[in-house]
């Protein structure tokens, strides 16, 4: 008899490196680089590391980990939480709006049947998430499927997350979350306008994404979070500025989520870079220290060159 998972979770712990943790929840691999042989889920995100080594993130739970498939849907779970991941080839399902809706109709139906339920936080990677004009660009389109496959899923209480563009030909609509037994709690930033409530010219759908959720253990997931002050695109054309502007929307985000304030963000950060070039203007700019994997990916605005998301614990 499988145990019944716990009502409350246990600490989950994340962390970047490349050897691989004893009991891991979840492995996530960038670059190409080897899934480890060890057990949890598996994600291999198909993009650019731009640090010496591409490295790993290891997600690890007390207790046991089980794992298996649904459907298309790969999972894992163990102390409270399950992960979860799904892949879907886009001429299969017709673009990328259907595509979106496909992924995410099936993620609500997925969740709704589990013990952890409550979905807390969403990365999705994309291709050529920019390509297209006006209303036609693929991001947008992502938005509208995003909300169509949702349809009643999540009542407008989005989780947090990630949208980035990746360039790997080969590869579809990756999508993956993380859900747990207990509800976590939606946390706006104070300094910008909720992604839900952005005004018509960002698009016909508005994003469905909360800026951060406090986890049932008290951490904070932060979403992917960029240079917008209000609901518009600060800096641009100026890199170093708009990872400053990002890191103190990271920094008001912590305040409103009830958080000590600390100077930085000490658990593992990813930042996205549009521009490889630009990665030393990045390190000037970034406190030294923390854990974090430095990733060329694309912004979901064209004149967007940086997003950086992370995690805090308490
Ligand atoms: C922004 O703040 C930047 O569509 O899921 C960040 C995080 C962004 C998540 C999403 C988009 C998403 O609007 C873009």
Request: proline letters at 9%; hydrophobic letters at 40%; one cysteine or more.
């Amino acid at each position: 008899m499988p145990s019944l998972p716990p009502d409350v979770p246990c600490l989950l712990r994340i962390e970047l490196g490349v050897a691989a943790t004893s009991s891991p929840l979840m492995t996530i691999s960038f670059d190409g680089a080897n899934p480890p042989v060890t057990g949890g889920l598996c994600i291999s995100v198909p993009l650019r590391a731009l640090d010496r080594m591409p490295l790993r993130e290891h997600w690890s739970v007390d207790g046991d980990v089980r794992h298996g498939h649904s459907g298309n849907v790969r999972w894992a779970r163990g102390g409270g939480w399950l992960v979860a991941a799904l892949e879907l080839d886009e001429s299969v399902h017709g673009g990328i709006e259907a595509t979106a809706a496909e992924a995410y109709a099936t993620l609500a139906a997925f969740a709704a049947r589990q013990p952890e339920r409550h979905v807390l936080r969403i990365w999705n990677y994309l291709a050529d998430i920019n390509a297209g004009l006006d209303d036609n660009e693929r991001y947008k389109l992502f938005c509208a499927g995003r909300r169509r496959g949702l349809g009643e899923a999540f009542q407008g209480a989005y989780p947090a997350a990630t949208a980035i563009g990746h360039r790997d030909r080969t590869r579809g609509l990756i999508v993956y979350w993380l859900a747990s037994v207990a509800p976590g709690t939606r946390i706006e930033n104070p300094r910008q306008v909720p992604a839900w409530r952005y005004p018509r010219q960002y698009g016909p759908v508005p994003p469905g994404f909360a800026r951060g959720t406090r986890l049932p253990d008290g951490s904070l997931a932060i979403s992917g979070t960029a240079s917008i002050v209000g609901h518009a695109s600060l800096h641009v054309g100026d890199c170093a500025a708009q990872v400053r502007e990002s890191l103190a929307n990271i920094a008001a985000l912590q305040v409103a989520a009830g958080l000590p304030p600390e100077p930085e963000v000490r658990a593992p950060m990813k930042i996205y870079l549009r521009d490889a070039g630009e990665l030393p203007t990045l390190r000037a700019n970034i406190p030294a220290g923390i854990p974090v994997q430095l990733l060329e990916g694309d912004i979901c605005r064209r004149e967007l060159l940086v997003e950086i998301e992370g995690w805090r614990h308490p």
